[in-house]
C-alpha cells in the first residue's frame, strides 16, 4: 500500500483547507484510511477515519463540525476538508491505513502504512 499527502500550506485562522491522500493498492484487511496530526512537542492523535466499504466516517472531538472525511471510490483518494481552521489545527497531517477500535471506543487506530505527511499552518 502506498499513500501519497498533498494540500497542506499556510492558511489564516478561519480559513480552509483540503488535503488529499492517494491510495494505491489498498487491500481488505484494513478498515480504511484516516488522518492523524501531530504538532511540535505533542502526540500524534486520530483527526479522522472513514470506512473504504461503506463510507462510514469518525472524527475527534476536535475535529466534528469542522472537518469533513471522504472518498472518491473511482481515483482512490480520501479527502479531508477542512474547515474554520485554528492556530492549534497546526501540525503535520499524515494519512495511514487504519483498523476500526473494538469495544466501547469509536473511531481507528494506525495500522500498516504512512505516507509522509503534509504540513498545515494556521497563522496570521
Known amino acids: 500500500v502506498q499513500l501519497v499527502e498533498s494540500g497542506g500550506g499556510l492558511v489564516q485562522p478561519g480559513g480552509s483547507l483540503r488535503l488529499s491522500c492517494v491510495v494505491t493498492g489498498f487491500t481488505a484487511g484494513f478498515y480504511g484510511i484516516g488522518w492523524f496530526r501531530q504538532a511540535p512537542g505533542k502526540e500524534r492523535e486520530e483527526v479522522s477515519c472513514i470506512s473504504m466499504t461503506d463510507g462510514t466516517a469518525y472524527y475527534s472531538d476536535s475535529a466534528k463540525g469542522r472537518f469533513t472525511i471522504s472518498r472518491d471510490d473511482v481515483f482512490d483518494f480520501v479527502y479531508l476538508q477542512m474547515s474554520s481552521l485554528k492556530p492549534e489545527d497546526t501540525a503535520v497531517y499524515s494519512c495511514?491505513?487504519?483498523?476500526?477500535?473494538?469495544?466501547?471506543?469509536?473511531?481507528?487506530?494506525?495500522?500498516?502504512?504512512w505516507g509522509q505527511g503534509t504540513q498545515v499552518t494556521v497563522s496570521s
Open positions: 495511514a491505513t487504519v483498523l476500526r477500535k473494538t469495544g466501547s471506543e469509536s473511531g481507528c487506530y494506525a495500522s500498516g502504512y
